[in-house]
């Protein structure tokens, strides 16, 4: 079946401008979360959506970021002003809920955006 | 959660078992040992998980330490589709939001 997809699969813009990610889960997978990867660095959670709501958004480094999901299903990143330091890969994965005890359910990655910021 | 500890870079020939180990001593008893890796260009893609038995799927093969403090990640038959960087990660359940923390892992190169 088809897996998580993101895009634009590349972005190139200028400092200052705004862009949207956009991320289309696996179907009936309730929880997506969005990361962040630097050039040669690990994983950076940015937030957790359940459903369409979005319960844990610690990771998002400043308000410039912002996330939202509508339908259970699409979600999208947007970064306002960007800055430079924004240049990475955004990822984003899904993932069924689970609510009993039991280990955790599996992420599904996307492919990512990536994104460079001139 | 509990810190891991992975080699920066390991090769490997193709053909041969691949063994990648993780330090993991402060791993607490509801903590699950979780590995992903990451092939270039692409987005990570969940490997094996185990809690304290060794595991055994289509990829690969966890023996976790009878202390847990370490693990050891082995891919049977490495092939050149398996060079990637391998992220060991300890995780304890959260039901609900599951987000995942990466260090820089272990760049497995395999040799042909």
């Known amino acids: 079946g088809a897996g998580v997809s993101q895009s634009p699969s590349n972005k190139v813009t200028e400092k200052g401008k705004d862009v949207e990610l956009r991320c289309d889960p696996i179907s009936g997978h309730t929880a997506l979360y969005w990361y962040r990867q630097r050039l040669g660095q690990g994983l950076e959670f940015l937030i957790y959506?359940?459903?369409?709501?979005?319960?844990?958004k610690s990771g998002l480094p400043s308000d410039r970021f912002s996330a939202e999901r509508t339908g259970e299903s699409v979600s999208t990143l947007t970064i306002q002003r960007t800055q430079q330091e924004d240049s990475a890969v955004y990822l984003c994965?899904?993932?069924?809920?689970?609510?009993?005890?039991?280990?955790?359910?599996?992420?599904?990655f996307g492919p990512g955006t990536r994104l460079l910021v001139l | 959660d509990a810190k891991t500890t992975q080699p920066t870079s390991m090769d490997c020939a193709e053909g041969r078992a691949a063994n990648l180990p993780c330090n993991h001593s402060t791993i607490s008893g509801n903590e699950y040992v979780y590995w992903y890796r990451q092939i270039h260009s692409q987005g990570p893609q969940y490997i094996i998980h185990?809690?304290?038995n060794n595991e055994t799927n289509e990829m690969a093969s966890l023996i976790i330490t009878e202390d847990r403090k370490s693990s050891t990640l082995i891919l049977p038959h490495a092939t050149l589709r398996d060079t990637a960087v391998y992220y060991c990660i300890v995780r304890t359940p959260n039901f609900g939001n599951e987000k995942l923390t990466f260090g820089t892992g272990t760049r497995l190169t395999i040799i042909p």
């Open positions: 185990g809690l304290k």
């Open positions: 959506f359940q459903g369409n709501s979005a319960p844990d």
């Open positions: 994965a899904s993932s069924l809920e689970r609510r009993l005890a039991g280990p955790q359910e599996t992420q599904y």
